[in-house]
Structures are given as C-alpha cells and as structure tokens.
C-alpha cells in the first residue's frame, strides 16, 4: 500500500525499470509510482518468490533500501520537490509501515495507530480499543483516527519505520538519513507541502479532532477480502475496497483498505503481491492486524 506521491516519476522511471531483475521487470500491470515501488522493494528481498513468510527483519531491510533508492535517483534525475512515501507492505505474518517524506522540512502525511486486546463496536457505528491488559491482539494502524477516542491512537512521527512482528509487537524505529532531525525539532516540519498536495498532516487531524471532539471519518467496520491462507481482517472507513493475506499458522490475518483504496491482485507468484494496494486520490489508509 501506497499513501503518498512519487513526485516528478516520470523523470526516474526509466532509472527504475532499469533496477529490476528480469523476474520482476513486467510485473507492474499498470503506470502509478505505487506499483513501480512495490517492484523496487521486492527486488531487495533475497528470494521474492519465497512461499513461506519472510522475517520482519527483512521486510524493514527491504523497505528502507527501496525509501533509499527512490531519493538517489530524484538526486541523479535533479527532482526538488519532496516525495511523500507512506508505504505498508505484509506477507501475513508481519507488517512494516513507513510514515515518510524526503525533505528536512516539511511534515509526512498523516499516519497513526491503535492497539489493544479487542477493537469493538460499543454503539452503532462507533468503535472503541480496548487495553484490558499489556498484550496486544489488535493492532490497526491508519492515515487517519477512525474512531471518536481520540486517546485510542498514537501518532507515528514523521520519518519513522513501524514494524508489527509476528508476536504483535509493535516496533518503531527513527529512519535515518540526510532527511532526518531530531524528534525535539519536529515542530519545525511544515505541514504546507503534504497538504497542498491533497493529504492530510498529523497537525491537521489534531486540530480537526481537537475543535470537534471527533475522530475524521469515524465509522464503519472496514471492508477486505481475504486471501492467502486465512482470513484478513482490517477495520476501515464505510465501503472501503481492499485486499488481505492471511496469515499462516497461529492463523491472524493482516490487510489494507481505505475510502479511496483500490486493490489488486493480479495472481503474480510472488506471496506479497497478493497483498498489494494503491491509494492514489489518497484520502484514507488503513492496515488492521488481528490475531
């Protein structure tokens, strides 16, 4: 999944079909910077192919190789303006989400998550995180809150790599590249760019919450269909398409959908692929795991 923009894409496209190994070079199916990228990250998986799940460990290392690529060839290509890489990537036993844009001074689009024993409807079309205890087995993590608790949701700072292992825990790592600042210096970002181009900041869902006491587009269970080895499951806005991998074994499930989300799942080989999402007019994000 893809909530974000490759900006200027048509000047290094040509830079990233040139990177794909032959296995990977026809399966993007379409033109969006969303599937080039998710190319570009299989290719740093040492057997893409792999049937069984990779190691959470691996996945971090592929996406963070991917985010690394992308900004050389905006580099070498002379592209200035920032692009905003919100990236969520599964094979149904972990989960890696990126909250990530390439500049020193503007904000990432927004991104957050929630976690808890159970995520539940208390009343008709309301839902609330339950933290009867310390051990997680719901985590859900959205561009956006999709609940009116606005305590039940953490925010992911920008530039920052969240994992969710096979266990549910979940992990945050600060990505550090020439586009990092101190966490204390994050007031500094601004919120302008991620905006202007259609996607909201953290800021704004703060402000927005704070003046009318409710989460944004708070709703619906959300909608996925299942596939792979056991059901998905992803709590999301009302109506949302998306796709899911279940995971395998102790059997929880993880899977993207969103309001303006469209999956695909072309049947490619390859088992991430079949968690594969774009979301390209951008407004809402979502990935659940339930275990």
Avoid at 11 to 28: C, G, Q, W, Y
Avoid at 36 to 45: C, D, E, G
Avoid at 160 to 189: F, G
Avoid at 220 to 231: E, V
Wanted: glycine share 14%; aromatic share 8%.
């Amino acid at each position: 999944m893809h909530n974000g923009q490759i900006s200027s894409f048509h000047l290094i496209k040509r830079r990233v079909l040139a990177s794909l190994p032959d296995e990977l070079f026809l399966l993007p199916q379409g033109h969006t910077d969303s599937e080039y990228a998710f190319a570009v990250f299989l290719s740093h998986l040492r057997d893409p192919e792999r049937r069984g799940a990779f190691s959470w460990t691996e996945l971090r290392d592929a996406m963070l190789a991917t985010i690394r690529d992308f900004n050389r060839w905006a580099k070498e290509a002379g592209v200035a303006e920032p692009s905003l890489m919100n990236f969520c990537v599964t094979d149904g036993s972990s989960v890696v989400c990126t909250r990530y844009v390439s500049s020193r001074t503007e904000e990432a689009a927004s991104l957050y998550f929630s976690s808890g024993e159970s995520f539940y409807e208390h009343r008709p079309g309301a839902y609330r995180m339950v933290k009867a205890n310390k051990r997680e087995k719901v985590i859900v993590v959205a561009s956006e809150p999709l609940t009116f608790e606005k305590a039940d949701w953490l925010e992911i700072r920008t530039n920052t790599l969240l994992c969710i292992t096979p266990k549910m825990n979940v992990l945050q790592e600060r990505i550090v590249d020439e586009y990092a600042i101190p966490y204390d210096c994050a007031s500094s970002r601004s919120p302008g760019f991620a905006l202007s181009a259609g996607f909201p900041s953290n800021a704004s869902v703060d402000r927005e919450l704070s003046s009318q006491g409710l989460g944004v587009g708070a709703g619906g269970a959300g909608a996925g269909a299942g596939a792979g080895t056991g059901p998905g499951t992803g709590p999301g806005p009302t109506a949302g398409a998306g796709a899911a991998a279940g995971g395998g074994g102790g059997g929880g499930g993880v899977g993207v959908g969103g309001g303006l989300a469209h999956a695909h799942q072309h049947g490619h080989p390859h088992p991430l692929a079949r968690a594969h999402a774009h979301n390209h007019n951008h407004k809402r994000a979502t990935v659940g795991g339930v275990r």
